[in-house]
């Protein structure tokens, strides 16, 4: 799998928009990208991928970069509850493929 | 939506035991299942891939005697860690996939606490 690369941390205050970026250079042509963010002590949880175009869900937007080897996840208001790892992963559409989980960036929200 | 049930959430045992890890889609038929495992402060690493009615496939450096999976229906998996030793406390997690295309999202258990002294 193509990796991607995130930082460690960051921090953001509550209300305010977060944009949390995720490079991936090597990124095929058939792989889609996708944001998963896990809360402490539980599973993760699915937030929302894309392929070349942005999209936007209930929970966030994503916003793929044209050559498509840099991608932004957006919150538009975090709360305290969005403290979370959030993992950026590339996924081929192959099939039954698993999620290969890197470091993923650990968001912070301060009241 | 999709959601996937991990039974127990927490779980301890003495060195030398056995315990059985269940994963179940609620709402749709998994085909396939994946385990996981965390160990503090660390990502999530993949362990097994279970697909129902066959073996499990193991990554390297997983010993598939003492991780047992069966996936004997397409709603349910189970792990089972065989002599618990005190380094398999870890946080396993499973998740599964709906039909359809492979960019289809994967659905997460809650993990399941394990703790061995």
């Known amino acids: 799998d193509a990796k991607t690369t995130q930082p460690n941390s960051m921090e953001s205050n509550e209300e305010e928009p977060v944009h949390l970026p995720c490079n991936h250079s090597t990124i095929s042509g058939t792989d889609y990208i996708h944001w998963y963010r896990q809360l402490p002590s539980q599973g993760p949880e699915y937030v929302i991928h894309g392929l070349t175009s942005n999209v936007n869900n209930r929970m966030a937007s994503l916003a793929i970069a044209e050559d498509r080897k840099s991608s932004t996840l957006i919150l538009h208001r975090a709360t305290l509850r969005d403290a979370a790892v959030y993992y950026c992963?590339?996924?081929?559409?192959?099939?039954?493929?698993?999620?290969?989980f890197g470091k993923g960036t650990r968001l912070s929200v301060i009241a | 939506g999709a959601v996937v049930s991990q039974h127990p959430s927490r779980v301890i045992c003495k060195s030398g035991t056995s315990v059985k890890i269940e994963c179940r889609s609620l709402?749709?038929?998994?085909?396939?299942m994946f385990w996981y495992r965390q160990f503090p402060k660390q990502s999530l690493m993949l362990m097994a891939t279970?697909?129902?009615?066959?073996?499990?496939?193991?990554e390297q450096g997983v010993e598939k005697d003492k991780f047992l999976i069966n996936h004997a229906s397409l709603t349910l998996s189970t792990l089972t860690v065989t002599s618990a030793h005190p380094e398999d406390s870890s946080f396993y997690i499973c998740s599964a996939r709906t039909q359809g295309a492979g960019n289809s999202p994967l659905h997460f258990g809650n993990g399941t606490r394990l703790t061995v002294t």
């Open positions: 279970s697909n129902e009615g066959s073996k499990a496939t193991y």
């Open positions: 992963i590339l996924r081929n559409n192959s099939g039954n493929t698993p999620l290969v």
């Open positions: 709402d749709f038929q998994a085909t396939t």
